[in-house]
C-alpha cells in the first residue's frame, strides 16, 4: 500500500519527521511511504488555482496515486502548522485530491500532551468540504515528552509506544481495506 506523508516540521532534528522514518521502516511490509516536500509549496494562491505550479501540481498527483495519507505534525502554538495548512489549501481546490482519502493522524512534541490541540483543528479542517479526508477513528495517536522515548538514530525506544503504534498501524491498513 502507498502511504503519502505529510510532515509538519522542516526541522533538521524534527522528531516528528524521525517518526515517520520510523513508521516507514517498521511497516515495510505493508506500505510504502513516501514523505512529500510540503515546504518546497508557494503559498496558496487562488488566482494560481487552476493552473499551479509544477511542484503543486507533482504534489496533487502523488496525493491523488496514494492509498492512504499519514499526516505526522508538531502543534505549533496550539494549532496546525502553517506549512501543514498550506499544503491542505492546495488539495482542498478543483481536483480535490484528498477527497474520500483514509487519513492517519500522529502527534509528537516534548510536552505531556502530544498535540492534542493541533489534532482537534486538524480533523476539523480535514473534515472541511473541499477536503473530505476520511480520518481512521478511534485511533487517535499523541506522543508527549518524545524526547524521552526515541533515541539519537530516531528509534522509538518506548516499548509502550511501539506497541501502540502497532495495533494503530494494523487498524490503518483495515480501514484502507476497507475503502
Ligand atoms: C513556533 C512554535 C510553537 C510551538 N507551540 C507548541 C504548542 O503549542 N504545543 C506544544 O506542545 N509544543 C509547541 N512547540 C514545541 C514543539 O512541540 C517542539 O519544538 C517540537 O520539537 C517540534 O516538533 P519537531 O521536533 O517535529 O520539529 C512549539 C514550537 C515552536 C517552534
Request: some cysteine.
Amino acid at each position: 500500500m502507498k502511504l503519502a506523508a505529510l510532515i509538519g516540521s522542516v526541522r533538521k532534528d524534527s522528531f516528528n519527521r524521525k517518526i515517520a522514518d520510523f513508521i516507514g521502516e517498521r511497516y515495510q511490509s505493508d506500505f510504502t511511504l513516501e514523505k512529500l516536500g510540503i515546504q518546497e509549496l508557494p503559498y496558496f494562491d487562488q488566482d494560481q488555482e487552476t493552473d499551479p505550479p509544477e511542484s503543486v501540481r507533482t504534489f496533487k498527483q502523488k496525493v491523488k496515486d496514494a492509498d492512504a495519507i499519514l499526516i505526522v505534525t508538531p502543534e505549533y502554538n496550539h494549532s496546525v502548522p502553517g506549512i501543514l495548512k498550506n499544503a491542505i489549501d492546495w488539495v482542498s481546490r478543483i481536483d480535490l485530491v484528498m477527497a474520500g482519502k483514509p487519513v492517519l493522524m500522529i502527534g509528537a512534541s516534548p510536552g505531556f500532551l502530544g498535540t492534542v490541540r493541533c489534532q482537534l483543528h486538524l480533523k476539523q479542517i480535514l473534515a472541511a468540504p473541499g477536503v473530505s479526508a476520511l480520518v481512521l477513528p478511534g485511533n487517535e495517536v499523541f506522543i508527549g515528552e518524545v524526547h524521552k522515548k526515541m533515541d539519537d538514530t530516531g528509534k522509538i525506544t518506548d516499548e509502550g509506544t511501539v506497541e501502540f503504534l502497532d495495533g494503530v498501524m494494523k487498524n490503518f491498513k483495515t480501514f484502507i481495506e476497507s475503502k
